[in-house]
């Protein structure tokens, strides 16, 4: 298989994840608060049946012990993180904070969507062998 026929990681949910971003973006545009954006995609996920949870609870353990907490944005049928953004553009910082998510728990692919002047995204995967 090369590389441009491979199957990424839960392909088919981030393709619809990312219809919605773009579906959601289309109609609100730039200009809001991150959580209206992420209320519209929690709306869209409900119409089209995909299982979401918004403000999804990671805790952050340390030596053994739970050191703090954080949540993500939306966690998408149990398998993708969204970490949604409302800037100018996305930052080096957003990349790391999506990726410690994956870090911190079991869910392996996370998409950071940002709603910005023009709209972007990232894909990260952070494989469970390597947690």
Do not use: C, H, W
């Amino acid at each position: 298989m090369t590389a441009d026929n491979q199957d990424f990681k839960y392909k088919e949910i981030t393709e619809k994840i990312i219809e919605i971003f773009y579906r959601v973006y289309n109609k609100l545009g730039y200009g809001f608060l991150e959580k209206v954006y992420e209320n519209a995609m929690m709306k869209e996920f409900e119409t089209a049946d995909i299982p979401a949870v918004s403000q999804y609870a990671i805790n952050v353990v340390y030596e053994g012990e739970i050191i703090g907490e954080y949540f993500a944005d939306i966690l998408v049928d149990n398998k993708v993180i969204v970490e949604i953004k409302a800037s100018k553009s996305l930052a080096i910082e957003n990349e790391a904070q999506l990726l410690n998510y994956l870090k911190a728990t079991e869910i392996e692919v996370g998409l950071l969507l940002n709603y910005g002047p023009k709209p972007d995204l990232k894909r990260k995967v952070f494989d469970n062998t390597r947690k």
